[in-house]
């Protein structure tokens, strides 16, 4: 196995493109080299990429911000503006494993890994971020649009992600993330809610619904932000978004959670979510 | 002089809470343990494994491997020999190390592999051919009873009874029928608990090295390494006395390191290679082959008159073994009803067959899933009755001069006395808020004595070296310090305790059963006293006077009457220094089966918090209630309550091995075998209370397992009391709750 680091984006997808054999990006390498240890990649050439500088930092931009492909998760969490701009966003990315994970995993490494239960997906989705992909020419995807599988991305040979853009919030918006887990933490989503929401004189004005953990791919769910835009939350919009929940979950049995629990959780969980991101957004 | 009785001596440094002597070094990374063992020229040996539940194996084809540059050792059953001579359960021993003409569970190993390095040794597993065929399997302890089960052993399959069912373990007294037929209410119930593994941190590890002259060493992790030397050396046809076995520290075991698992492959590759081969399970292999508890199935039923009075009981369980007998179905049915004084009671283990890896002890083995089933049944039929459960309990609890449902008469014992403090603890009267509800559940332990042998030698300059055989597992070489220096009337300072290897010491049985500190400590009594004896012989050397004028007190020898009064006392260290001069080094050695071993009983209360919508269970409080004899060392018994009392709350909410369809095993990791973490769990309360075992000198009785026994049984009345409808299947896991509220809704 080959191990490259460099230090610019442009020469990482030019050793990624030109390997013939199996090449594979390291970020943090929580996921990676899990893998590796356990046999289930035999890699022939990794290429580390946090040695290069725009992918480790996140940057405010005139459409909001840019959170480099190499930064940990931790690093977000110190990021005051993010954390006000997207609290959902970093609390669901905060989520992932253990103090020391967050010292090395990383946001876009979560999303690229591709696990339908994948905790920072549903939260990035409700949030309508993008993900930034280089290769032969540079372009970008919808994060809904990312994952096209369990472990399957829209990604090309000799493509990387270099980063991950967020819009600046309107105002009067707020977004949460809730999960599900038997435990406390250490553990993988049994469901998964991401939710954005926008108010305009106290009513919602505009949602995304995201759910983790229910499909083979984390799923946006429109039906869902229909039933609560033009609402105050009240119970009936909060049923219905349950309700909208459950029928979108397609989920398998697994010994993770039955589809019955899978789907009646989902519903409980994006009322739980919706609240949370309703009183961020000043919604009373 | 070597009398076990009780005595009700006053201690001058039993209790007292000392700092541990392995505490820096397992802090820092110093302490070794299996794995950290390595030799010149060592191999990395792996095991390639079963993917079948059940396959015979018709050939395997291990060529490839054998000539891959960097192989040094194949090894197959063919290797090995069966050496058993009709000791049927070494031979189960043999076949579940090493497949032979069958695999019976996933995981089972079918070969072994030493190569020079870990990338090579990974090549040849993938080169061996193995042709399988597939058999149909059963995993489930009810399925396996089934008449169109498939049988997993063959062997072990007798006309009149089904061929999984290998026998079934009968204890009580009094006449049951009779018993109903008094009874005002009765209570009966089914009940299932899920298989739960040990979940210690540490896999197995050891580093094998055998010589071509016919000697060999094997470095390990266990619990007991006499008994892996006594298997090791069977299995492979070594004598005993040429196979050094030296116990590493233990990461843990809980009754897990009790067997040996992949130790004989690899003294058996290594005596092939003619190199040394360190093998170490991935957390993967150790959940698919090392040795799990038992799934279970039981009928509960329970009755009683009127005023509370527990007329009759009966209880039946099928405890899964795996592909291999145990004695678990049998050590269950003599717990069921051991808390309680119950004139007509029967209680009955089954030991069944499943296409699952060979159980082992774990904790208390067998006791945690009846009591789980008596506990819930006592707490309903309290609410048949209108009755506190604490109060019916203590209406009906055992007490000095009950009979036990398994044959004894009870001494002086702790329950009783558990209960009470349950009663007035004011835990009791703490406030429960919404969906919170409080459970209460007992529970008892026999604990085991067993053969010990001990050595303490005094240095040139006064210090002592302690050796014991018993490996310590949850602090006994603390425990043990303090009792050799209470007995020589020195500072624990000045004692070190060592665990000897097989080759320094007699036999000892393995640490389990709670016995370590029991039969030690009381190995250590009598190896200081003589010591002392040898003590005062050199100081009336040193005095020429006679051994009878000599006392020994506080550490130092004295003489007795006015003829000696110009004689000022000589300290341990004085006569230590002198030691050369007076005969030699002063030792005391100590050799015994130790009887006696006191039992232990139990009570523990709960408050948890369950949410009706997800069904998921906080634990809010945990306060646990046992009798320990003596602590010797009361952190180390509180570290012991709590220990037992965590493994017990993962048990009850969430761990489980999960198989599918395939009877392949789904959860192999922790990350969904979920055991509790740091933050799923209140800072645990402990209370000790201390009825001194009548048959140790110090009051000492086991105190690691008893703990692990009532928080089943607690924890499904507490959140079965949050919400309102009884909990029958352990783990009380989210999906499990939401589908019991829902099906009482329905």
């Given at each position: 196995m080959r191990y490259e680091s460099p230090t610019t984006t442009k020469a990482a997808v030019a050793l990624l493109s030109g390997e013939k054999g199996q090449a594979y990006v390291l970020a943090g390498g929580t996921d990676l080299l899990v893998r590796l240890r356990m046999d289930t990649i035999e890699p022939d050439l990794m290429v580390d990429i946090k040695r290069i500088p725009a992918m480790s930092e996140v940057t405010k931009t005139a459409s909001g911000f840019k959170i480099g492909a190499a930064v940990s998760g931790a690093a977000l969490e110190k990021n005051k503006a993010l954390v006000k701009?997207?609290?959902?966003?970093?609390?669901?990315?905060?989520?992932?494993?253990?103090?020391?994970?967050?010292?090395?995993?990383?946001?876009?490494?979560?999303?690229?890994?591709?696990?339908p239960a994948a905790d920072s997906v549903p939260a990035l989705i409700a949030a309508g971020a993008k993900a930034v992909i280089v290769g032969k020419k540079k372009r970008t995807v919808p994060v809904e649009k990312f994952i096209t599988g369990p472990g399957q991305t829209c990604l090309e040979k000799g493509e990387i992600v270099e980063s991950i853009t967020l819009p600046a919030p309107a105002k009067k918006s707020g977004d949460a993330?809730?999960?599900?887990?038997?435990?406390?933490?250490?553990?993988?989503?049994?469901?998964?809610?991401?939710?954005?929401?926008?108010?305009?004189?106290?009513?919602?004005?505009?949602?995304?619904?995201?759910?983790?953990?229910?499909?083979?791919?984390?799923?946006?769910?429109?039906?869902?932000?229909?039933a609560i835009i033009g609402t105050k939350l009240d119970d009936a919009a909060l049923d219905a978004l349950a309700m909208a929940c459950t029928a979108a979950c397609n989920p398998i049995d697994d010994k993770r959670g039955t589809i019955e629990y899978r789907e009646r959780v989902a519903g409980v969980l994006a009322k739980r979510t919706a609240k949370i991101a309703y009183e961020r957004a000043g919604g009373k | 002089m070597n009398d076990p009785k009780y005595t009700g001596q006053e201690f001058k440094v039993v209790g007292t809470r000392v700092k541990r002597p392995d505490g820096l070094d397992k802090v820092t990374g110093r302490a070794r343990y299996g794995a950290?063992?390595?030799?010149?020229?060592?191999?990395?040996?792996?095991?390639?494994?079963?993917?079948?539940?059940?396959?015979?194996?018709?050939?395997?084809?291990?060529?490839?491997?054998?000539?891959?540059?960097?192989?040094?050792?194949?090894?197959?059953?063919?290797?090995?020999?069966?050496?058993?001579?009709?000791?049927?359960?070494?031979?189960?021993?043999?076949?579940?190390?090493?497949?032979?003409?069958?695999?019976?569970?996933?995981?089972?190993?079918?070969?072994?592999?030493?190569?020079?390095?870990?990338?090579?040794?990974?090549?040849?597993?993938?080169?061996?051919?193995?042709?399988?065929?597939?058999?149909?399997?059963?995993?489930?302890?009810?399925?396996?009873?089934?008449?169109?089960?498939?049988?997993?052993?063959?062997?072990?399959?007798?006309?009149?009874?089904?061929?999984?069912?290998?026998?079934?373990?009968?204890?009580?007294?009094?006449?049951?029928?009779?018993?109903?037929?008094?009874?005002?209410?009765?209570?009966?119930?089914?009940?299932?608990?899920?298989?739960?593994?040990?979940?210690?941190?540490?896999?197995?590890?050891?580093?094998?090295?055998?010589?071509?002259?016919?000697?060999?060493?094997?470095?390990v992790t266990t619990q007991g390494h006499f008994a892996y030397r006594n298997n090791c050396a069977q299995l492979l046809g070594m004598d005993i006395a040429k196979l050094k076995v030296t116990s590493s520290e233990i990461g843990g075991g809980f009754g897990g390191k009790t067997h040996v698992w992949m130790e004989p492959i690899a003294l058996a590759l290594s005596r092939k290679a003619n190199r040394p081969v360190k093998m170490v399970m991935s957390r993967e292999e150790v959940f698919k082959a090392s040795g799990p508890t038992c799934s279970t199935s039981m009928d509960i039923k329970i009755g009683a008159k009127k005023d509370g009075t527990i007329v009759a009981a009966r209880a039946e369980c099928r405890y899964m073994n795996g592909a291999f007998p145990g004695m678990w179905g049998t050590l269950g049915g003599m717990t069921a009803f051991a808390c309680y004084n119950i004139a007509n009671n029967k209680a009955i283990g089954v030991n069944v067959l499943c296409n699952r890896p060979k159980v082992a002890a774990y904790r208390a083995p067998s006791a945690p899933m009846m009591a789980f089933g008596v506990e819930s049944t006592i707490d309903q039929l309290a609410k048949e009755l209108g009755t506190d459960p604490v109060e019916l309990r203590l209406k009906n609890v055992a007490k000095e001069g009950t009979l036990a449902p398994y044959g004894p008469v009870w001494g002086p014992i702790g329950i009783e006395p558990t209960l009470e403090a349950v009663r007035d603890h004011p835990h009791m009267r703490a406030k429960?808020?919404?969906?919170?509800?409080?459970?209460?559940?007992?529970?008892?332990?026999?604990?085991?004595?067993?053969?010990?042998?001990?050595?303490?030698?005094?240095?040139?300059?006064?210090?002592v070296n302690l050796t014991v055989g018993t490996i310590d597992v949850g602090g006994a070489r603390a425990s043990l310090a303090l009792i050799a220096a209470e007995e020589l009337g020195i500072a624990y300072e000045d004692v070190r305790t060592n665990i000897g290897d097989t080759s320094s010491l007699g036999h000892n049985d393995t640490t389990e059963g709670s016995r370590g500190t029991f039969s030690s400590g009381m190995a250590t009594i009598f190896a200081a006293r003589k010591a002392i004896d040898v003590l005062k012989e050199r100081a009336a050397k040193m005095w020429q006077i006679p051994v009878e004028a000599v006392t020994w007190e506080d550490g130092s020898?004295?003489?007795?009457?006015?003829?000696?009064?110009?004689?000022?006392?000589?300290?341990?260290?004085?006569i230590a220094k002198k030691a050369g001069n007076t005969g030699g080094p002063i030792a005391g050695h100590h050799e015994a089966t130790a009887d006696g071993a006191?039992?232990?009983?139990?009570?523990?209360?709960?408050?948890?918090?369950?949410?009706?919508?997800?069904?998921?269970?906080?634990?809010?409080?945990?306060?646990?209630?046992?009798?320990?004899?003596?602590?010797?060392?009361?952190?180390?018994?509180?570290?012991?309550?709590?220990?037992?009392?965590?493994?017990?709350?993962?048990?009850?909410?969430?761990?489980?091995?999960?198989?599918?369809?395939?009877?392949?095993?789904?959860?192999?990791?922790?990350?969904?075998?979920?055991?509790?973490?740091?933050?799923?769990?209140?800072?645990?309360?402990?209370?000790?209370?201390?009825?001194?075992?009548?048959?140790?000198?110090?009051?000492?009785?086991?105190?690691?397992?008893?703990?692990?026994?009532?928080?089943?049984?607690?924890?499904?009345?507490?959140?079965?009391?949050?919400?309102?409808?009884?909990?029958?299947?352990?783990?009380?896991?989210?999906?499990?709750?939401?589908?019991?509220?829902?099906d009482a809704s329905a």
């Open positions: 701009a997207w609290p959902g966003v970093v609390e669901a990315a905060n989520l992932i494993g253990s103090d020391q994970i967050q010292g090395r995993c990383t946001m876009v490494g979560n999303l690229c890994n591709a696990s993330y809730l999960r599900f887990i038997p435990r406390t933490e250490m553990d993988i989503a049994v469901v998964g809610v991401g939710i954005s929401l926008t108010l305009k004189r106290g009513v919602i004005d505009s949602a995304r619904v995201s759910l983790g953990a229910v499909a083979p791919t984390p799923l946006l769910v429109k039906a869902a932000a229909k | 950290d063992m390595s030799a010149p020229g060592q191999l990395v040996g792996l095991m390639l494994r079963s993917p079948h539940a059940h396959a015979r194996i018709k050939k395997i084809d291990a060529s490839k491997a054998e000539k891959l540059a960097g192989v040094k050792a194949v090894i197959t059953s063919a290797d090995l020999p069966d050496l058993t001579g009709g000791n049927s359960g070494l031979y189960d021993t043999l076949e579940n190390c090493m497949a032979r003409d069958r695999a019976l569970y996933d995981g089972h190993a079918v070969a072994g592999v030493a190569a020079i390095d870990r990338t090579t040794a990974k090549k040849a597993l993938k080169l061996i051919k193995v042709t399988y065929e597939k058999l149909p399997h059963v995993t489930d302890v009810d399925e396996a009873l089934n008449d169109d089960a498939p049988i997993v052993q063959p062997r072990y399959a007798q006309d009149g009874r089904h061929g999984n069912l290998i026998n079934k373990g009968e204890f009580g007294h009094g006449d049951i029928d009779k018993g109903f037929a008094e009874a005002d209410v009765i209570v009966e119930r089914s009940y299932k608990t899920g298989q739960t593994h040990q979940g210690y941190i540490e896999p197995h590890a050891c580093l094998a090295s055998v010589s071509p002259d016919g000697t060999g060493e094997l470095w429960l808020g919404k969906n919170q509800g409080r459970g209460v559940a007992c529970g008892f332990w026999f604990n085991i004595g067993g053969q010990t042998c001990s050595d303490l030698n005094i240095g040139p300059d006064g210090t020898a004295h003489a007795v009457g006015n003829e000696h009064d110009n004689l000022s006392p000589l300290t341990l260290k004085d006191g039992v232990s009983f139990a009570s523990h209360i709960v408050d948890v918090e369950v949410d009706p919508e997800t069904g998921k269970t906080t634990i809010l409080r945990y306060t646990v209630v046992q009798d320990a004899g003596k602590a010797i060392h009361p952190d180390y018994v509180e570290g012991q309550f709590q220990g037992a009392a965590a493994q017990g709350i993962g048990w009850a909410l969430n761990e489980e091995y999960i198989y599918g369809e395939d009877g392949r095993l789904q959860n192999g990791a922790f990350l969904d075998y979920r055991m509790p973490v740091c933050s799923d769990l209140p800072s645990i309360d402990t209370k000790i209370l201390e009825i001194p075992n009548p048959s140790h000198p110090y009051g000492i009785r086991g105190v690691g397992e008893t703990s692990i026994v009532p928080p089943l049984g607690a924890i499904g009345n507490a959140v079965s009391n949050a919400v309102g409808v009884r909990m029958y299947e352990v783990p009380m896991s989210p999906p499990r709750i939401l589908k019991a509220l829902d």
